[in-house]
Structures are given as structure tokens and as C-alpha cells.
């Protein structure tokens, strides 16, 4: 008999127990008792006393809740639940996830006006309001929209809106779009005339979380608040919805370029669709309708201009062709083309071209061609080619051609050619060259350059961390004389000048020559150097051109200085056959052997010897 009375015994001290944890483990965060007397205090420092005293986490978004609202609460064991609504009155709504406490936004209803009567002929009208789902507002240029069909309408000042739908169509769903806020669809009754009435909830992308914690102590200026980073998806969203209306930033963009079509791209950054053709007479009016923006068209014909979201395959602009996404294949233009994306294939402007992505194919502007990523191809622009990172392939302007980093292949400009980073090709231009570190050929009146490891051909050649030395020596012919030279050790310029003072057997002299120098060793060397100089004997009326080729060895003393000398030899042309007073009659003096090299030449084999500085 022990037995079963002790098992009966402990059954009901198991079923007791049981009783008496159930009503602990039913009480949730919200059903908690709290007790709080504060006065103009901090919602968000009351949050903190509330947190401390149930022992659990507040989580919000930021843009919700003021911090600087003041509250005056006084509760005595009351629900959590009960408190909360009295802090934060009507509009928001109370979620427990694990310990957590999650404050938002109570959303609005969606409320839905069926048909009033069905339509009579071909079309229907779907009109209503669009609505902030947590406050209410009627929202102002919302972008409602079909997109079988490509209708859409914006809101009004007032939120209203009123689309002509196909009755052809038997189904049929409106979404709503707007900057900052979450896309909703809603499906209605195709074939009737009718109303609705649809929400929008903010896309939750201006506010941060802030998470409140139990703190350590339950005083007001304890409180500790979390900010976290804000999500990296967020980021990603921003930049995509910026993107996608890059053109509509363009000069011509703004100019062009409708409010409301501003207004439906932001909107619908998100959407797009394909239609094999489109008409369009000006942006906005276009077989497409105004929802050509979102539309990638294979074939694009736009009689003044028009506005899309892009081409697979061929675009003829009257005046201009402006698309917000990639173009492929072939575009014309006959004032410009504006493309928010990439180009690949065939680009004519009569003016200009402007990508605000990268190009890989032929791009021929009537004055400009602006691309701001990579460029692959031919660019040939009537006045200036510009590129906003790396070109590859060809530029060809009648004024100036600019690379924004490195270029590989060739620039030819009338004028300047500027590659900021680095050139791997050719450079030719009428007046200056400009590259920051040149692995190629630069050919023009002044090259520059930060660092070279190729050539410098041309009248003055820079290269601000290369090879730059002044030369004080004497000749045969002029006992002083001075020389700049500047570029690399495989290839300098010289600029030269030399004089002979005597009053009896003047000469002056100056020019320019290329030089290269090799190296034996950290003390010996040799330079090879041609040079082509006017020797003036006392008139201007008469040529004398004294060309020199030099073999120089070179011991160096120091760091800054190096002495130089070595064999030269001259070929002398001259048409001067009339002495002036105080200045020579004839080159070399007396006791070189010359050598007749034809009517007016004369060869012979000199002598310099000088001072290398730097």
C-alpha cells in the first residue's frame, strides 16, 4: 500500500508545480507589471528605466521616435502594454521577439473600393489615392503604373491619381512606386471603372536602429545607446536608384527633360521592361507612352528626340537620342547622344556623345566625345575626346585629347594630348604632350612628363624625376657656350647657346639637339649627342647652319658634377659670302683640316670639353 500511496503523492506535487510555473511562463514582456513615476523627462530616458526594471532590450528605428519628446508618466503596476500605449499614443504597434521589445510604425489598412459599373467601351478608369501606410499623408508624384500595359499616371498635390487601362487585357495590377518608399502591387478587376485606395510604407533607409539596454544602474543618464552601421544592402539600394537616373544630372538632361519624367525615373529606378520598337515624336511622347523611360527597345526611332531606357540593336535621333541604361549596336544622333550606361558598337553625333559608363567600338563626335569609365576602340572628336578612366585603342581630336588614368595605344590632337597616369603607346601632338609616367613615344613641341621610361621627341622635353643636367663647355668655334638638357638617359633634348667674344672674330651661336647616355659603372659614362645650331656672323640675311654629332666621355665627381670631352664632328653650311666687320668670315679657323662635302658644305672634325651640373 506505500507504493501507490506515494506515487499518488508525488503526482500531485508534479501537477502542483506544473500550476504554479504556468501562469510565470504565460506572462510575456508586454503583460509585465511596471511600476514608473517620472516628470518632462526623455521618452527615450523612460525607455531606459522601463528596460532596467523588466530586465529586457527596446528596439527602434530612429526616424520614429523624437529623442528630445518629454513624458510624464505615472504607473503603478501597470501592463507594460497598457504603459506603452500611453507613451506613444495611437500609430504604433509593440512586437516581442525573444527578449526583445520591437517599436514601429502601426501600418494603415489597405482599403479597397470595388468597381462602381462596368465599362462600356475599349478602356476603364482606375483612379484614387496613394497614402503614407504609417502617417496617413497623401503622397504627392507617385508613380502608378501597368506594366503589361505601360500606362501610368503620378499623384497630384492631393495624392489622387486616374489611369486609362486596356479592356483587352483580363488581368490587370497597378504597382505603386515612389522615391523612399517600398513598391506595392495590388490587383484589381480588369474591365470595370472603379477606385482604390493604396498605401505606401517608407523603405527604411534614413533611420538607424538603436537598441536600448538594462543598464547597470536605473537612473536616467545611464541610458546606453547602440547605433549600429547602417546595412550594407541599404548602400547598394541608394546607389542603384541614383544610377539609374544619371542622365537626367546631364546639362542637356536637366534642360530637356520634363519634371514628371524626372519625377517617373526616380520613382521607377527599379523597373524595366523590353518592346521590340518605339516611335517617339519628343521625350515623353512616344508609343511606349510615358513610360518609355523604362523600356529597352530594339529598334528606336525618335523624330526631334526622344527618351528611353536603353537599345539592343539600332537608335536615329532627328536632333537627340537621350537613354537612361546600355546602348548596343548602333546610335544616331544628329545634334547628340546622351547614354546613362554603356556603350558597345557604332556612335555618331553631329555635336556631341556623352556615356556615362564605358565604350568598346567607334565613337565619332562632331566636336566632343565624352565617355566617363574605360573606353576600348576609336575615338574621333572634331575638337576634344575626353575619357574618364582607361582608353585603349585610339583618340583623334583636331584640339586636345584627355585620359583620366592610362592610355594604351595612341593620342593624336592637334594641339595637347594629357593621359594623367600613365601613357603605353604614342603621343603626337601639335604643342604639348602631358602623361605622369610614360612607357611609350611622346612626339611634339613640349613633352612632359612626371617619371619616363620611353621617349621625348620634341623642342623642350620635361620629365620632372628624370635626367636634367646643365652643360658649361667650350668648342672650336665658341669658347663658351651652355646647354640645358632634360628627359630621360635614354632619350634628352638639349637647348644650346655659345658665343665668341673676341671683337675681331665674333661668333654667336644657338640651337637644339638629342642626346642618350650610357653608364660604365657609378664614375664613368659616355653620351652621344646630334645637334643643329644658327651661327650668326653678322647678318640675318644669310644661313649658316652648324650641325654637330658628339661622342662624350664623362668621369663624374661627386653627385652634382661630372667632367666631360670628347671627338666631334662638323658638317658646316653656309650661304654667307660677305665678311662683317668685328665678326668671322668662315668656320672652322686656321689649322682644321676641312673636307669639301658640296656646294656650300664643309666638314671637318672638332673638339668640346666642358662641366656637367646636376
Known sequence: ???????????????????????????????????????????????????????????????????????????????LKALLDQLFRSGYEFKESGNYIIIRRAPLQLTLVTAQE????????????????????????????????????????????????????????????????????????????????????PADLTGQTVIISPGKIAAADSI???????????????????????????????????????????NLGKFFTARPVQVSFTPGLSTNGKMNAQVINNFSFNILGGYSGGVNGFE?????????????????????????GSMKGLQIGGISNTVLDSVGGFQIGGITNVVKGKYTGFQLGGIYNHVGKEMTGFQLAGITNFTNTR????????????????????????IVNYTRKLKGVQIGLIN???????????LINVVLKGYH??????????????????????LYSILMGGVHPDTA??????????????????????????????????????????????????VRIGKAFALFAGPVFNVYYSDQDVAFKGYRSTLPSSGYKTYDMGKNLTGWIGWNAGIHIF
Open 505 to 554: 672674330k665674333r661668333v654667336v651661336s644657338f640651337g637644339y639637339g638629342i642626346g642618350s647616355e650610357w653608364h660604365f659603372g657609378k664614375t664613368l659614362g659616355l653620351n652621344a649627342e646630334a645637334s643643329c645650331q644658327y651661327v650668326f656672323l653678322g647678318s640675318w640675311d644669310y644661313l649658316n647652319l652648324l650641325n654637330r654629332a658628339t661622342i662624350n666621355f664623362h
Open 448 to 458: 612632359i612628363a612626371d617619371t619616363s621610361e620611353g621617349y621625348s621627341i620634341g
Open 407 to 430: 592610355t594604351t595605344g595612341m593620342q593624336l590632337a592637334g594641339i595637347a594630348n594629357i593621359s594623367s597616369q600613365e601613357t603605353r603607346g604614342v603621343q603626337v601632338s601639335g
Open 469 to 490: 643636367k646643365l652643360a658649361f663647355y667650350a668648342t672650336e668655334v665658341t669658347p663658351f657656350n651652355a646647354a640645358f638638357k632634360t628627359g630621360n638617359h635614354k
Open 118 to 201: 462596368p465599362s462600356t467601351n475599349n478602356i476603364y478608369l482606375v483612379s484614387g489615392y496613394v497614402r503614407d501606410d504609417q502617417t496617413g499623408e497623401k503622397l504627392m508624384d507617385a508613380s502608378v503604373y501597368e506594366k503589361t500595359m505601360l500606362s501610368s499616371a503620378l499623384t497630384d498635390r492631393q495624392g489622387y491619381f486616374r489611369i486609362k487601362l486596356k479592356k483587352k487585357y483580363r488581368q490587370a495590377a497597378l504597382t505603386v512606386s515612389k522615391e523612399f518608399y517600398e513598391d506595392t502591387t495590388v490587383k484589381i478587376e480588369a474591365g470595370y471603372n472603379q477606385q482604390v485606395s493604396i498605401t505606401l510604407s
Open 224 to 266: 546606453y545607446i547602440e547605433v549600429p552601421q547602417p546595412d550594407s544592402s541599404s548602400i547598394i539600394y541608394l546607389y542603384k536608384k541614383l544610377d539609374s537616373i544619371r542622365v537626367q544630372r546631364t546639362s542637356m538632361g536637366r534642360f530637356l527633360l520634363s519634371t514628371r519624367l524626372k519625377v517617373q525615373s526616380i
Open 1 to 79: 500500500m506505500k507504493r501507490p500511496i506515494q506515487s499518488i503523492i508525488a503526482m500531485v506535487i508534479i501537477l502542483f508545480t506544473l500550476l504554479q510555473a504556468r501562469p510565470v511562463a504565460a506572462q510575456t514582456l508586454l503583460n509585465r507589471s511596471i511600476t514608473l513615476n517620472v516628470t518632462n523627462m526623455p521618452v527615450t530616458d523612460v525607455l531606459e528605466l522601463i528596460s532596467n526594471q523588466g530586465n529586457f532590450y527596446f528596439s527602434y528605428n530612429s526616424s520614429i521616435i523624437r529623442k528630445d519628446s518629454l513624458v510624464t508618466v505615472h504607473a503603478n503596476n501597470k501592463p
Open 316 to 340: 536615329l535621333g532627328g536632333l537627340f537620342n537621350i537613354d537612361k541604361k546600355d546602348v548596343q549596336y548602333v546610335q544616331i544622333g544628329g545634334l547628340f547622344n546622351i547614354v546613362g
